[in-house]
């Protein structure tokens, strides 16, 4: 059975980006929100560190930026980060205003240090930002009448219109699957955002939630966007190494705060790899990590904050001491396991600041798009900033549009039309497929690369995806089948990336070409295919 519904904004995303674009948005705008799962399943819930904004009287908006550049390996687009950099005291105060209370100290903000920036500038509630941001939106959205929360429902795929000479690719729907009914449901939208978030779950060891599939990412890419810089997948260093408390990520805020990587029979390593140690880049510390553990055959690296006092620990990272006491850790005596584990997409949909991409009436927002803000290398703590003002951009952006003129007419969509497909018995092909593209991507997509291991996974994922495509088209959807196929997507996105850049650079390290080349000092492009999601639009005059 398939139902068609209408709204003014259909917003696709639960984190931060999409929370702050509905309350953002004018109440003059019927809003509907859409998340996979539960509004509490995202990577913001779990963000440990914070935000960085320039507050201090020895930082500045300058000292940001240098640090967002050097970061970035040259490919930073310098205006996008110089506006994203000056916005972030507003983005402060708008949390503020939401009674957000950011940790203090005697009276004063304690910022905090994270690795690659040279001053104190992170703004954070102990350890736990990101989940008490997010609660207090949440709290917020549940109370706006014009806001409708649709759960446990993903968008299958956009619905376009085809371009001709006269009229560009535009957004004017979704398909939807409602896991709760079964059912697809047809979506009228005004305007479409999609902030879905990261793809790091494409990896066998992920420091994300369940939820980063990538799927906004997929589906812009088959509705005909541009993708750039898939090739930058950001490793973080330090994933708790556990059997019971898989994905669970150790702060980077620990080494900002004077933790030692060492190795199992306790030597530290990091001065072999770069002069700054334990507060190098991520790319830096991901890659020694890495090397030790290959070189050496360890399983996992410590991280020790135990020469801290026990009182400063237990204050200032609450969540972490908690989990790891839990299952037998007491960070104020014993160092933690460590490995590095897939954390951050800087790549994904080409947009402007406010999220507008080359689909009319689509935006993507957040770890989903891309920006120029983060290149090569996202620097610690600006992705929720990038969220933030993102959102507000957004927002800005869709409510100086007049209700009077925001309608354009559509009076019939075509139905999702699943009468030929049947029930599967076969859906070991889905959960086995789904494990073996996460192996292949650990293994042969990982922090160190080699074009003989890139073309290897991609011939590998290419027959995974005719065997998923063939199941896909005669069998009834589910919520794993659909993150299957846009996981085969944007893992391909990934690898003809990776193999484009013949060089090393930030996040991207092929032991072919080990060294930066200027030839390639741009990002990478992907143009979407736009594939068989077009409808002639029947509208009335207006």
Same mark, same amino acid.
């Given at each position: 059975?398939?139902?068609?519904?209408?709204?003014?904004?259909?917003?696709?995303?639960?984190?931060?980006?999409?929370?702050?674009?509905?309350?953002s948005?004018?109440?003059?705008?019927?809003?509907?929100?859409?998340?996979k799962?539960?509004?509490?399943?995202?990577?913001?819930?779990?963000?440990?560190?914070?935000i960085?904004?320039?507050?201090?009287?020895?930082?500045?908006f300058?000292?940001?930026?240098?640090?967002?550049?050097?970061?970035?390996?040259?490919?930073?687009?310098?205006?996008?980060?110089?506006? %994203?950099?000056n916005?972030?005291?507003?983005?402060?105060?708008?949390?503020?205003k939401?009674?957000?209370?950011f940790?203090?100290?005697? /009276?004063?903000?304690?910022?905090?240090?994270?690795?690659?920036?040279?001053?104190?500038?992170?703004?954070?509630?102990?350890?736990?930002?990101?989940?008490?941001?997010?609660?207090?939106?949440?709290?917020e959205?549940?109370?706006?009448?014009?806001?409708?929360?649709?759960?446990?429902?993903?968008? %299958?795929?956009? *619905?376009?219109?085809?371009?001709?000479?006269?009229?560009?690719?535009?957004?004017?729907?979704?398909?939807?699957?409602?896991?709760k009914?079964?059912?697809?449901?047809?979506?009228?939208?005004?305007?479409?955002?999609?902030?879905?978030?990261?793809?790091?779950?494409?990896?066998?060891?992920?420091?994300?939630?369940k939820?980063?599939? /990538?799927?906004?990412?997929?589906?812009?890419?088959?509705?005909?966007?541009?993708?750039?810089?898939?090739?930058?997948?950001?490793?973080?260093?330090?994933?708790?190494?556990?059997?019971?408390?898989?994905?669970?990520?150790?702060?980077?805020?620990l080494?900002?705060?004077?933790?030692?990587?060492?190795?199992p029979?306790?030597?530290?390593?990091?001065?072999?790899?770069?002069?700054?140690?334990?507060?190098?880049?991520?790319?830096v510390?991901?890659?020694?990590?890495?090397?030790?553990?290959?070189?050496?055959?360890?399983?996992?690296?410590?991280?020790?904050?135990?020469?801290?006092?026990?009182?400063? !620990?237990?204050?200032?990272?609450p969540? +972490?001491?908690?989990?790891?006491?839990? !299952? /037998? +850790?007491? *960070?104020?005596?014993?160092?933690?396991?460590?490995?590095?584990?897939?954390?951050?997409?800087?790549?994904?949909?080409?947009?402007?600041?406010?999220?507008?991409?080359?689909?009319?009436?689509?935006?993507?927002? /957040?770890?989903?798009?891309?920006?120029?803000?983060?290149?090569?290398?996202?620097?610690?703590?600006?992705?929720?900033?990038?969220?933030?003002?993102?959102?507000?951009?957004?927002?800005?952006? +869709?409510?100086?549009?007049?209700?009077?003129?925001?309608?354009?007419? %559509?009076?019939?969509?075509?139905?999702?039309?699943?009468?030929?497909?049947?029930?599967?018995?076969?859906?070991?092909?889905?959960?086995?497929?789904?494990?073996?593209?996460?192996?292949?991507?650990?293994?042969?997509?990982?922090?160190?690369?080699?074009?003989?291991?890139?073309?290897?996974?991609?011939?590998?994922?290419? *027959? !995974?995806?005719?065997?998923?495509?063939?199941?896909?088209?005669?069998?009834?959807?589910?919520?794993?089948?659909?993150?299957?196929?846009? *996981? %085969?997507?944007?893992?391909?996105?990934?690898?003809?990336?990776?193999?484009?850049?013949?060089?090393s650079r930030?996040?991207?390290?092929?032991?072919?070409?080990?060294?930066?080349?200027?030839?390639?000092?741009?990002?990478?492009?992907?143009v979407?295919?736009?594939?068989?999601?077009?409808?002639?639009?029947?509208?009335?005059?207006?």
């Amino acid at each position: 059975m398939n139902s068609i519904k209408r709204t003014d904004i259909l917003i696709a995303g639960s984190g931060l980006s999409g929370l702050a674009a509905a309350l953002s948005m004018s109440k003059k705008f019927e809003v509907t929100l859409v998340t996979k799962n539960q509004l509490t399943d995202c990577s913001t819930a779990w963000a440990q560190g914070g935000i960085a904004s320039v507050s201090s009287t020895t930082d500045s908006f300058e000292k940001h930026f240098y640090d967002t550049l050097k970061n970035g390996h040259g490919l930073v687009d310098k205006k996008v980060a110089m506006e %994203i950099i000056n916005e972030a005291p507003n983005a402060i105060d708008w949390l503020n205003k939401k009674n957000i209370q950011f940790t203090k100290e005697d /009276g004063l903000i304690n910022l905090t240090l994270e690795a690659g920036h040279s001053e104190r500038r992170i703004y954070h509630i102990m350890d736990k930002t990101g989940k008490i941001i997010h609660k207090r939106l949440l709290e917020e959205i549940k109370t706006k009448k014009n806001i409708k929360i649709l759960s446990n429902c993903q968008i %299958i795929d956009l *619905i376009t219109s085809k371009p001709n000479i006269e009229k560009s690719n535009e957004c004017v729907g979704a398909y939807i699957f409602n896991q709760k009914n079964k059912n697809v449901e047809t979506h009228i939208a005004e305007r479409v955002i999609l902030a879905t978030g990261g793809a790091s779950k494409l990896y066998q060891f992920t420091s994300n939630p369940k939820t980063s599939t /990538g799927d906004g990412i997929a589906i812009s890419y088959r509705a005909g966007c541009k993708i750039a810089n898939m090739e930058f997948v950001q490793f973080h260093p330090t994933c708790l190494y556990h059997p019971h408390a898989k994905s669970f990520l150790i702060s980077e805020s620990l080494r900002g705060e004077g933790a030692k990587l060492l190795t199992p029979n306790r030597k530290t390593f990091m001065e072999k790899y770069d002069e700054r140690k334990e507060l190098a880049p991520r790319d830096v510390v991901a890659r020694a990590i890495d090397s030790e553990m290959k070189e050496y055959g360890f399983l996992h690296v410590l991280l020790d904050i135990s020469h801290k006092s026990a009182t400063f !620990i237990k204050k200032r990272f609450p969540l +972490i001491y908690k989990k790891c006491l839990a !299952i /037998g +850790i007491d *960070i104020t005596k014993h160092a933690i396991p460590v490995v590095p584990a897939s954390h951050y997409t800087c790549g994904g949909v080409q947009t402007k600041i406010n999220g507008k991409t080359e689909v009319q009436r689509l935006y993507v927002l /957040g770890e989903a798009a891309h920006t120029g803000f983060h290149g090569a290398n996202r620097l610690a703590s600006n992705s929720l900033l990038e969220c933030l003002v993102m959102a507000m951009k957004c927002a800005q952006d +869709i409510n100086t549009l007049s209700i009077k003129n925001f309608k354009h007419g %559509i009076t019939e969509l075509p139905k999702w039309d699943d009468s030929y497909v049947s029930e599967s018995k076969e859906n070991i092909v889905v959960s086995h497929n789904w494990d073996e593209l996460r192996k292949i991507m650990w293994s042969y997509v990982g922090i160190v690369r080699s074009d003989k291991r890139l073309s290897r996974a991609l011939q590998r994922i290419k *027959i !995974i995806e005719n065997e998923v495509n063939e199941y896909y088209h005669k069998h009834k959807l589910t919520s794993d089948l659909l993150e299957l196929r846009n *996981i %085969i997507e944007v893992s391909k996105l990934i690898i003809e990336s990776a193999l484009t850049r013949k060089e090393s650079r930030g996040l991207h390290h092929s032991e072919d070409y080990p060294l930066p080349n200027k030839k390639f000092e741009k990002n990478t492009y992907l143009v979407g295919k736009k594939k068989n999601n077009f409808l002639k639009l029947i509208t009335t005059k207006s």
